[in-house]
């Protein structure tokens, strides 16, 4: 988001959009349908590991459908985008915008086979009158957390230091709290992920020492071992009330949230986790409350 002219506004807005928390009540969210995923450039690790194999398109389908009920089930106002075969990791939607109060973000995509993802969105923001900025430096939606008054930002490949300072002039009632991990995790909810005011998931081997340090100052850390950071362990996603979506293979992680006091959804998401990314990747919340 540099350059002169770093953020650009658009419409007017008509729609309510609120995201003030990462566990507020879930109202409105954005999905896209894998109908086109496969891995045709990996550009994360756990494709690498996957890139042979590659991704069952029909299985993949029926997973999401199985995700998007349940949370239709919750009360909570499903938005999809359309889906094409230019953009086969277009499922990814947290990836391609954000929501901070009341401001819609367009990322800009770091990889060049994501570039374009966000022109539905644009689309759809358009045709609704909900007003958007848009990125001009690399950002994504992946590294961006949203607390009360606190906006985590994740420092990757992904997401640029000079995003983030022209984030922060955008933003100023936020505290920009920007949270170094290490770059082969992607973004920072593959290894961090706020449940609520109080407790937080954390893969603590992806921070340094006084990192963790400062992320335990502020929440309870409930911890992600390596096997289910791989399988997107911290990657749940919370639709308030204390209620997560959350995969039924990630046994630990699941025993832990219930240990303390969370209601579980498991959804098996075992497709389309082989391209790097779970349930909130696969989510743009656009209104909480």
């Known amino acids: 988001m540099g350059g002169t002219q770093t953020l650009v ?3 007017q807005k008509t729609s309510t959009i609120k995201c003030i928390t990462e566990y507020d009540t879930l109202r409105r969210v954005i999905l896209c349908p894998p109908k086109f995923m496969a891995i045709e450039e990996a550009i994360n690790e756990v494709q690498k590991q996957y890139e042979d194999e590659n991704i069952n398109k029909q299985r993949a389908m029926k997973q999401h459908a199985q995700f998007e009920e349940l949370l239709k089930e919750h009360d909570v106002e499903v938005i999809t985008l359309p889906a ?3 953009f086969p990791e277009q499922v990814f939607t947290r990836d391609i915008g954000f929501t901070i109060g009341d401001e819609v973000f367009i990322a800009d995509l770091a990889a060049d086979i994501r570039k374009g993802e966000e022109a539905p969105l644009k689309e759809w923001l358009s045709e609704e009158a909900v007003p958007y900025q848009s990125a001009t430096e690399r950002m994504e939606g992946g590294d961006i957390i949203v607390d009360r008054g606190t906006v985590y930002v994740g420092i990757s490949s992904r997401t640029s230091k000079e995003a983030i300072n022209q984030l922060e002039k955008k933003l100023p009632d936020y505290k ?3 949270v170094p991990f290490d770059g082969r995790y992607l973004h920072l909810d593959c290894v961090f ?8 998931l954390i893969f603590p081997s992806a921070f340094d020492r006084e990192t963790l340090k400062e992320l335990a100052a502020s929440y309870q850390l409930i911890e992600v071992s390596a096997d289910e950071q791989f399988s997107l362990g911290t990657n749940v996603l919370s639709i308030g009330k204390g209620h997560v979506f959350s995969l039924p293979q990630n046994h630990q992680v699941n025993m832990a949230l219930r240990a303390n006091g969370f209601h579980v959804i498991e959804v098996d998401f075992s497709e389309i986790i082989k391209s790097g990314g779970s349930f909130r990747c696969c989510s743009m919340p656009i209104e909480r409350g």
């Not at 992920?193 to 937080?200: G, Y």
């Open 176 to 178: 920009i709290k920007r």
């Open 9 to 11: 506004a658009h419409a």
């Open 193 to 200: 992920n706020i449940l609520s005011p109080e407790k937080a």
């Open 84 to 86: 094409s075969s230019e």
